[in-house]
Structure formats: structure tokens, C-alpha cells
């Protein structure tokens, strides 16, 4: 009898170790996977923003190449090639051009360098030398002039050949190193974390953590860097360009034609925390069955020993150990319900013959409702993810499988492990929804992102355009008052035409964040009840509206006319919506963000107020509504939809600081939700509904003027000409300050200096503006920017006092700007 209970409790012993020891690895597995694969998205999003930063740049210095190898000594055009591309580009300190000895020879710092000789460094060496082809990448290194003074800095070059295919010089930028850090820092995890770039050669190029004394080291003598320079694409590594010593779990991935190594990793420490927490218990619950296994054996055996001669309690004592071996296979179940994986058994017939609570709680089925059935019966939809011919060839083979499916009943993604045994399978699940939303979140913020980039540069250049085509459209309508009707009229459809491509570029601004905000404390109730007026006439006699105010309504910060804007291009939509007309409805609340949901939805915690507006008409399909905000995407048909409508709207909320949400269903109409931030109490600016315009008067005084743009700056000038005031016109602010030195000295002061921000020459216009002012301090000053500048811009708003006139214009706007300056 001792030896039976004996060998029973080493066999259950085994047993509990057996399957203690393969939760315990496969948690592991399961945790270092997702550690993984958490950063392999990493690397996916720092070699796609890789990609495209350097793709913008190497378009840049595409144009100045040609424009050097067209002709190197005409130091005008290659002046104004580099200035035009440092314009367009945000992440550079400078654009230059370096002759075939290493020589400075044009930068977009200043039209006349000092000789400065830069034959030493990589970027000039490697192009001359012929060891790359393409844009070749430095490595990083302290700038020591400039912008770039003291700042760590990437420089970036072309070759420039000249026409008999020799070498004729460089064209280089300097890109500023926290342009990558600042977006590694927003995306690195944990303290023990690490982002990065690497050249091919193993060299340092970015980091997160920042670490000056890392910049430019050299990786490649690491012991697996081999295994990354074999890789097609990229991969995984227990150790990659670590600074520590630590074990780390690496992966990486190539970026811009294999030039750059896109790496992430994590300490196996910090990886491996969750699981270890998980560990403890699975012992100690394991521990616990022995004991009690052990504990009830014992007991069985002295009472046998005692009772052995008595027959008829041999039955009873067989009763007992079949008892005892019920209550074993209970605590081994025990086991299964503590691990966190959701963990069901599926017999030879396909029938469900366990399933743990997790599991109950994934499939959000009972485990009584299951027990017994066919899994073929009670889910039916799995034949349409390739589930049951990958388990029937794993039981054939007998080997376990892993895989990652969509299940569309239930709206959820699984990643899937599957283990066949002589009495069927066991299956662990992990829900990984969240998970596959946030990466989806990640690529969608990307893409916005990118394309947000693309179309403010092309915003910025049409302004410049638009401001002469309408200034000078107006102008010429006035002289030809007496002209015949349709000489009349071909100037309008100039000036309608104009006005579209102004409209087009302030959505292209708004969408892309780049439109200059002037936010002030705003009553939303009232501005909407305001705003009421406006659109029914918009929307026509077949539409109701409804206003429903919330009351107690917080004020918001918010610029109202971009917000009237918004509001009315949504008005516009619900309206196409209900061709046979309906109700339009605009909602007003309070609402409070919390830390959970706002991270659970990819938005900012905090006070908000809301504003939806909902319509009665066809509705969205869930596969429009989520491409609903992507730039240029219309269901309506050609012509009859820009398809930036809501693309704008996304771009104001987001620059704003709040965001939007869209809700929709085919045949019950749509609701867009505005989430707008509330004031906090330091912002002493307010909107009143209903301001007054003042008139587009002219007047009298001198006005400083400051254009690079040559049709802009002799449209300006003749439109305050015409306006009464007397211009001094400049295309370099270095000119302009000392015309206005001259002019204090001779006690003829200037009212107003009228700059553009990004100037050729060397000054930007906030440079001009601040020497202007202490040469002159009651001088007043109005800039001009097609697009918001970092000089005048922060965060999407502007800076405080800062008086700006948005591209395009025209002359009554800039009169009224101008009035509006000297009369305050």
C-alpha cells in the first residue's frame, strides 16, 4: 500500500512539475515575443520617419545640384537655390555648396560667406573620393557656426558632376540632430529602453537616451553585428549597439536604400519583470498541491494500516483514493485557471473538455455553455481564418503551431498557440486588440504626419503666387470699370479662380497644422448661436437646425474664426449628406478626458468642451468613416469635392490641442465630435461675438518694406502706394536696417516696418524686426508669412504681441491690417 501511494505521489509530483515548468516557459516565450515584436514596431516607425525625413531632404539637394552642375560659378543662382530649399525645410539649420577644393562657396545663412576651408570633413571627403553614391549620411559632430553653434548636427551631401563628368564640388545641409531625438524621445518606452539610428557601418547617428559621448561610436566590432550586415530587411538580436553591458533583447530594421540601421531595444530585465512577477505564484500554487497531495496520502495510508483487517473497508478506502485522485485533477486544473493566457482542451472529436476563466472570458462564452461541444458548431466563423486546416496538420504531425488571426464575431485579434497531445489540444490565446489598435494609431499618426509636411511646403510657395495674382487681379478690376462686359468678366474668373486656390491652400494650411492660430478665450454658445445665421443660409430652407446648448459651459482657448471655419465646412458635409434635406443638429458640453481612456484612445487627458454636429443623412460605412480625415478622400462625385473638408478640421483640432472623433452608420447618419481645450486661467485675451471690421482706409506716414519675393514686394509697394503711404521698399533685411538707421539720424522716422519672416540674405524677419525696434523702440511692426514660421510660431499659435498678415492678400486687407497697427 505505501509503495502504491508512493509511486502515485511521485508521478503527480512530475506531472505538476511538467506542467508547471511548460506554463512557466511558454509565459516566458510569450512575454520575450511581445517584447519583440513591441520593438520591431519601433524600428518600423523610426526607419519609416528615417525614410521620409531624408527623402525631402535628398530632394532638396537634388535641386541644387543640378543647379550646380548647370553652371557652379553663377554664385546667384546658387544663393537662391539654397536659400528657396532652407525655406521649405524646418529640421535645417543651413543649405551650402562647397567648390571642387572643400570652399565654401554659397550658403543660405548669408549671400556673401566668408572663405571658409570644410575639405576635411566626411561629407565633402566621401563625395570626392567617389565612396558613396546618392545622398551620403556623416556621422554626428557639434556645429561651430551659425544656428548650428554649439548644437549637435547631421550633415548630408550630394556629388555635384560637372558636364564633363568630373567632380565639381558638394551640396550639402545641416540637419539638426534633435529633430530625430525629440520624435525617439516621444516614442521610447521605459528609462532602460533604447532607440536609434546606425549607419551601415555600425556608426552612432541618433540615439534615445541622448548621449553625447556615444555620438559617431563605432558598433561594428560588436559580436553580432554581422548577423545584422547579413540581413535582407532587418531582424532580431540579443545585443545591438548597447552602452551598458546589460542583456538585451534588439531589433532592427534597414532604412534609406540599406545606408541606415533602425534599431530598439530593451534590458531582458525590464522584459522579463511581468513574467517573473507571474512566476512566484505558479510555484507557490504548485508547491500547495504537493503539500496537499502529500498531506492526504499520508493520511489514506495510516488509516488503511489501521483498518486493513477489516474487509469491508477496502471499499471505503478505494472510495478515498479515487476521491483523493479527483480532488488532484482539480487542483491541476487550479493551475490552469491561475495562468493569465486564456487556456482551453479540445478532445479527439473536436470537443471542448476545459476551459480556464480567462478563456471564458476572451471567447465571452460560459464554460458550461461549452463543455462537451464541438468547437466546428459553436464557432463556425474560424473556418475563415485557416484555423482548423493548420490544427488538423499539427495533430497530424504532432507538432505545436503559432499564429496571429482576426476573429470578426467578436472584433478581435489573437495571437495563437496551439499544443496537440494523444487526447487532443490544448490552445492558449492572447487577445492582442489593443495592441494591433495601437500600432494601427502609430501608422495612421505617420502618414498624417508626412503628408501634412508635403502639402505645407507646396501651401507655403502658392501664397506667395496667390498674394500677386489676387492683389494685382483687384488692382487692374478697377481700371477696367469702363472695359466692355466681357473683358469685365474674364478678370473675374481670374479673381474667382484665385480665390479657390487661396481656399484650397488655407485647408492644405490647416490640415497640415501650419495655418498661424491666434486662440482667445471663447464663449462657444455664443459663438455658435452666432455662427447659426451663417449656416442656414449654407445649407438652405430643407435643412432644420438645432442648437443645444449645455449650460454652466466652460470658456475655451481657441482661435473663433478657424473654429467658425471648421464648423462651417462640417455644415457643408451634413448638408451633401441630406440632398432631400433634414435636420442638422450642433451640441455644446462640458467633457472631462480621463488618463485611462485618453490613453487607451490615442488622445490628451484633461477638460475639454465639445462640440458635435449630427445629421439625419446617408451615413458612413465603418471602412469610409475611418478614411473620413485622410487629405483629398471624397465619396462625392469629381468636381464636387475637394476632399479636404474634414482633413482641415483634423488638422485645426490637433493644432489646436484638442482633437476630433467621428461616428457613423450606414443609413443613420454622422456625428463629428470636436473635443476643444478649456481655458486655464492665464490666458487674459477674450472673443466677443459679432466683432466690428474696421475699414480698409489708406493714410499717411512711411511704411519700411521688406520682400524677398520680387512680385510681392512690387505689389505691396504699389498697393500702399495707391493707399496714400510712402514705401521704402527692401529685399534684404540688412538694408532695410540701415536705410533705417539713416532715416533716425535725419530725424525722418518710419511708422511701420512691413517684413516678410523667412528672407533671403542671412536675417529672418523676426532678426529684422528686433533690430528695427531697438534702433527704433516706438517703431511698429507687421510681418507677412504664408505658412506659420517657427520665428513667430510656437506649438500652432502666436507668439504674444506678434501682429501677422497671412498670405495671400490684398490691398484692402492689408489696409485694414495696417489701420488696425497705427490706430491702436
Known amino acids: 500500500m505505501k509503495k502504491v501511494f508512493l509511486l502515485a505521489n511521485v508521478l503527480v509530483a512530475l506531472v505538476l512539475v511538467i506542467i508547471i ?56 543662382a546658387l544663393n537662391t537655390a539654397v536659400v528657396s ?36 570633413y566626411s561629407e565633402f571627403t566621401a563625395q570626392r573620393d567617389g565612396r558613396h553614391e546618392g545622398m551620403y549620411i556623416a556621422t554626428p559632430r557639434l556645429g561651430t557656426v551659425g544656428f548650428a553653434e554649439n548644437q549637435w548636427v547631421i550633415n548630408v551631401s550630394r556629388r555635384i558632376t560637372a558636364a564633363d563628368g568630373s567632380f565639381a564640388g558638394v551640396a550639402a545641409a545641416s540637419m539638426s540632430l534633435d529633430y530625430f531625438g525629440d520624435f525617439y524621445d516621444a516614442l521610447r518606452g521605459d528609462e532602460r529602453s533604447a532607440l536609434g539610428l546606425l549607419s551601415s557601418e555600425g556608426r552612432v547617428i541618433a540615439r534615445s537616451p541622448f548621449d553625447e559621448t556615444l555620438m559617431g561610436q563605432d558598433y561594428s566590432q560588436n559580436s553580432q553585428f554581422p548577423d545584422v550586415q547579413g540581413s535582407d530587411d532587418g531582424g532580431r538580436v540579443t545585443d545591438l549597439a548597447t552602452s551598458d553591458g546589460m542583456p538585451r533583447l534588439s531589433a532592427f530594421r534597414y532604412a534609406w536604400n540599406r545606408s541606415l540601421i533602425a534599431y530598439a531595444n530593451t534590458t531582458e530585465a525590464e522584459a522579463l519583470l511581468e513574467w517573473q512577477g507571474r512566476l512566484l505564484s505558479k510555484i507557490s500554487i504548485g508547491l500547495l498541491i504537493m503539500l496537499t497531495f502529500t498531506g492526504t496520502s499520508a493520511a489514506t495510508i495510516v488509516l ?40 482551453f482542451s479540445l478532445d479527439r472529436e473536436w470537443r471542448f473538455a476545459f476551459l480556464n476563466p480567462e478563456a471564458e472570458r476572451v471567447l465571452e462564452r460560459p464554460a458550461a455553455e461549452l463543455m462537451g461541444k464541438k468547437i466546428t458548431e459553436e464557432f463556425p466563423e474560424l473556418t475563415e481564418t485557416g484555423f482548423y486546416e493548420i490544427y488538423r496538420e499539427a495533430r497530424g ?26 487526447e487532443g489540444m490544448t490552445v492558449y490565446l492572447q487577445d492582442v486588440t489593443r495592441q494591433k489598435e495601437m500600432e494601427e494609431r502609430l501608422h495612421h499618426a505617420q502618414k498624417m504626419d508626412a503628408i501634412g509636411q508635403l502639402t505645407g511646403g507646396i501651401a507655403h510657395d502658392f501664397n506667395n503666387l496667390l498674394t500677386v495674382i489676387l492683389g494685382n487681379i483687384d488692382l487692374l478690376s478697377a481700371h477696367l470699370e469702363s472695359a466692355p462686359e466681357n ?12 480665390e479657390r486656390a487661396a481656399e484650397l491652400t488655407h485647408r492644405l494650411l490647416a490640415f ?12 462657444i454658445n455664443a459663438l455658435v448661436q452666432e455662427a447659426k445665421h451663417l449656416l442656414a443660409r449654407t445649407v438652405g430652407e430643407d435643412i432644420s437646425i438645432e442648437l443645444a446648448c449645455g449650460h454652466d459651459l466652460w470658456p475655451a482657448i481657441v482661435d473663433p474664426y478657424e473654429l ?8 457643408i458635409n451634413a448638408r451633401d449628406a441630406m440632398p432631400e434635406g433634414g435636420k442638422l443638429t450642433i451640441e455644446t458640453n462640458n467633457a472631462s478626458v480621463s488618463p485611462e481612456y485618453a490613453d487607451e484612445q490615442g488622445v490628451t487627458a484633461g477638460d475639454f468642451i465639445t462640440i458635435a454636429v449630427s445629421d439625419t443623412g446617408c451615413g458612413m460605412t465603418a471602412e469610409i468613416a475611418a478614411q473620413a480625415f485622410d487629405p483629398f478622400f471624397t465619396t462625392k462625385d469629381e468636381g464636387k469635392g475637394s476632399g479636404l473638408g474634414l482633413a482641415m478640421v483634423y488638422g485645426f483640432a490637433h493644432q489646436t490641442g484638442g482633437h476630433v472623433n467621428i461616428y457613423s452608420e450606414s443609413g443613420e447618419g454622422t456625428t463629428v465630435r470636436l473635443y476643444l481645450p478649456r481655458v486655464d486661467g492665464d490666458n487674459d485675451s477674450q472673443h466677443q461675438a459679432g466683432p466690428d471690421r474696421v475699414d480698409a482706409r489708406g493714410g499717411t506716414g512711411r511704411i519700411l518694406l521688406v520682400e524677398d519675393d520680387d512680385l510681392v514686394r512690387r505689389f505691396a509697394v504699389s498697393g500702399l502706394q495707391k493707399l496714400g503711404y510712402e514705401v521704402s521698399d527692401f529685399a534684404d533685411g540688412a538694408q532695410a536696417l540701415e536705410a533705417l538707421r539713416l532715416a533716425e539720424d535725419r530725424s525722418q522716422p518710419y511708422a511701420l516696418l512691413l517684413t516678410d519672416v523667412v528672407l533671403a540674405g542671412g536675417l529672418s524677419g523676426r532678426e529684422v524686426a528686433a533690430g528695427a525696434v531697438e534702433i527704433d523702440p516706438q517703431l511698429k511692426v507687421l510681418f507677412m508669412s504664408g505658412y506659420a514660421e517657427n520665428a513667430i510660431v510656437h506649438h ?19 489696409a485694414q491690417k495696417i489701420r488696425e497697427i497705427l490706430d491702436s
Open 487 to 498: 473683358v469685365r468678366g474674364q478678370a473675374d474668373v481670374i479673381r474667382i479662380a484665385g
Open 512 to 523: 497640415a497644422r501650419r495655418q498661424p492660430l491666434n486662440p482667445q478665450q471663447t464663449d
Open 85 to 120: 530649399r532652407q525655406a521649405a525645410a524646418a529640421n535645417t539649420y543651413a543649405f551650402y555648396v562647397l567648390d571642387r577644393n572643400g570652399n565654401l562657396l554659397a550658403t543660405s545663412r548669408t549671400p556673401d560667406p566668408m572663405p571658409v576651408d570644410l575639405s576635411q
Open 304 to 343: 488503511a494500516q489501521r483498518q486493513q483487517h477489516f474487509a469491508e473497508q477496502t471499499l471505503r478506502t478505494q472510495q478515498r483514493a479515487q476521491a483523493f485522485v479527483s480532488a488532484a485533477k482539480a487542483e491541476v486544473e487550479t493551475v490552469f485557471s491561475a495562468i493569465s493566457d486564456a487556456v
Open 796 to 814: 500652432g499659435r502666436l507668439d504674444p504681441g506678434v501682429n501677422l498678415l497671412s498670405k495671400p492678400f490684398r490691398t484692402a486687407d492689408l
Open 564 to 571: 467658425q471655419n471648421a464648423i462651417l465646412n462640417l455644415a
Open 21 to 76: 515548468t511548460r506554463s512557466i516557459l511558454i509565459d516566458r516565450a510569450q512575454v520575450i515575443e511581445a517584447n519583440y515584436r513591441q520593438l520591431e514596431n519601433a524600428t518600423a516607425a523610426l526607419a519609416e520617419h528615417a525614410q521620409q525625413t531624408l527623402m525631402a531632404l535628398d530632394l532638396g539637394l537634388t535641386v541644387v545640384e543640378q543647379t550646380g552642375s548647370d553652371n557652379m560659378s553663377d554664385l546667384q
Open 397 to 422: 504531425k504532432g507538432e505545436s503551431v503559432s499564429m496571429e488571426r482576426y476573429y470578426r464575431p467578436l472584433q478581435k485579434w489573437f495571437v495563437i498557440n496551439a499544443y496537440p497531445h494523444e
